[in-house]
């Protein structure tokens, strides 16, 4: 039975440099890679699955002790949504990953009714990154019948812009495979995507554009975490996921909490 769930993770995940799997009985082995414990590897120079999580206020209390256990290498934190609501979870989560040893991002929930300035503000005036934080996420998957997309997309890149000025790192936009069909397809090609698509096929996306992680299933179960929950693979090494987070100097510079947008003049472009 293991076999055959190892067989068929490496074929769901065999592509774009994600997994490297040369046979059966590569898959099956097991060890420690030296850059993260919390990875599998299956030998000295091939590693898989960098896996994580994405929780919010429906996971409920999480045991992150438990979780740090089950190779969860990061995770996503829901922080805030629209221009009202905070997780009541939130500031909870975001101590715990860091206590043990989990690289953790936040991310805001968009409501494309709500004024974006007040968006921008709810998150930036809740969240502070630390050095070898991920980078922010805005989750973009609801739309509203007053808001045409050509509005909504407008909105997204003011708080996306505003969002990089504050922080100085270019924030990530999660959404649904349909989703990014119908309205962000080649919109956003300065800004890597996250995928949820709930399929053994990989997200398919525009050609100017990039994704780094996959949200694989909702359905997922973690010891420490007593409901389903997300399970999310990066595109790529664990030590690749470390430059894509928040580096000391930044990290160490301050925020213009007040006027976020007053900065992008001075902010010179990310890879």
Known sequence: MMLRLLFSACRRLA????????SIAVATASGTDNNNPKATSTSSNTTILVKGIDVSRWQSEINWTMVSQSE????FIKATEGNYRLDPFFARNWEETKRHGIKRGAYHFYKPESPVQEQIKLFTSTVTLEAGDLPPVLD???TDRTVSP??????VRTWLEAVTAHYG????????QNYYRRYLKGHFPE???WIARYSDVKPEI???????FWQFTDRGSIAGINSAVDINFFAG??????????PEFMANSRYDRESPLSQLKHLQPLP
């Open 15 to 22: 592509f774009s440099g994600l997994l490297v799997c040369s």
């Open 72 to 75: 969860v290498s990061f995770s």
């Open 140 to 142: 973009l998957e609801v």
């Open 150 to 155: 050509e509005q909504l997309r407008k909105d």
């Open 169 to 176: 790192v270019r924030p990530i936009i999660y959404t649904g």
């Open 191 to 193: 800004y890597h995507f």
């Open 206 to 212: 525009h050609h100017t554009d990039s994704w780094m």
């Open 237 to 246: 090494s664990f030590e690749q996921l470390g430059q894509l987070c928040v």
